[in-house]
Every structure is written in C-alpha cells, then in structure tokens.
C-alpha cells in the first residue's frame, strides 16, 4: 500500500490528472459493460471517429498508457484487457490518436482464452509483444465481435 502511495506523490500534476481521469473511466467501463448489454456500448469502441482534435497531449503516448496501467493496477474494481483497452482509446483518441484494437485468441488447457490491445500506427502501445504473440489475431465479424467480447468481460 505504501508503495503505490509513493509512486502517486511523486507524479507531477498533470500525470495525477490523467492518472484520476483514466481511474474514474475505469469505473464507468465497468459498469457499462456489467450492467448494459453490449448493443448498447458497442457503438462506442467501433463507431467513434478518430477526428482531428485541436487539444495536445502534455505526455507522451508511452506516458499516458503508463500511468493509466497504473490508475487499473490500483483500481477497487477488476480491470481487464478489455476495459484498459477501451479506456485508452477513448482517451487518447481525445487528443487526435487514431488506435486500432485487436482482439486475439488462444487455446490453454483446452480453454479457449480471449485478449486485446492497441496498436498506433502499426506499433503496439499498451501490451508486450512476448504477450500479444501468443495469441492468433481475428479479424472478425459482427457474431465474433460479441463472442469473444463476451469471453474478455
């Protein structure tokens, strides 16, 4: 408990304000994808328009992920690949960034395992590569979509 602390008070104000931005979408994720079934979210990871947005990220595109990784870390609730994923991408969407989403698969144990993550231009930013290798990408269709989302909740 006394480490997170530390790593929060040495962030400087404007890492704090993303930090708590990042926590409290954390939350709203949450319980949207909880409690509302998924025709009425879906349109908010594949039918926002990445525009050109006149605001300018003070952090840099690492940073930012960085310090939302650590606002899940340190959440009261549970937080997935699925929910990080979409928290920023809206984010950082806000600030111009045009994020793709990947959602790949994985057999283990003879269970099928389900992942996400973002890329920026064709580089991953938000996973590890030695992660997002052991998983088959899809490119998918509506039913797949809802399948695996289902599996990521």
């Given at each position: 408990m006394i480490k997170p602390l530390?790593?929060?008070?040495?962030?400087?104000?404007?890492?704090?304000?993303?930090?708590?931005?990042?926590?409290?979408?954390f939350a709203k994720w949450h319980l949207k994808i909880r409690f509302q079934p998924y025709q009425k979210w879906k349109e908010d990871i594949f039918?926002?328009?990445?525009?050109?947005?006149?605001?300018?990220l003070t952090l840099s595109i690492a940073r930012a992920i960085q310090l939302s990784e650590m606002a899940?870390?340190?959440?009261?609730?549970k937080?997935?690949?699925?929910?990080?994923?979409?928290?920023?991408?809206?984010?950082?969407?806000?600030?111009g960034f045009k994020l793709q989403l990947h959602f790949?698969?994985?057999?283990?144990?003879?269970?099928?395992?389900?992942?996400?993550?973002?890329?920026?231009?064709?580089?991953?930013?938000?996973?590890?590569?030695?992660?997002?290798?052991?998983?088959?990408e899809l490119t998918m269709a509506e039913q797949q979509t809802r399948q695996i989302i289902g599996a990521l909740k």
């Open positions: 530390k790593q929060f008070a040495a962030l400087t104000k404007a890492e704090k304000r993303w930090f708590w931005r990042c926590w409290w979408l039918g926002g328009d990445n525009k050109e947005s006149e605001r300018s899940a870390r340190n959440h009261i609730f937080i997935n690949c699925l929910r990080r994923c979409l928290v920023q991408q809206q984010l950082l969407s806000q600030y790949g698969v994985a057999k283990e144990h003879n269970k099928l395992k389900a992942h996400c993550w973002l890329t920026h231009n064709g580089a991953l930013i938000n996973d590890s590569e030695d992660v997002v290798s052991t998983y088959t």
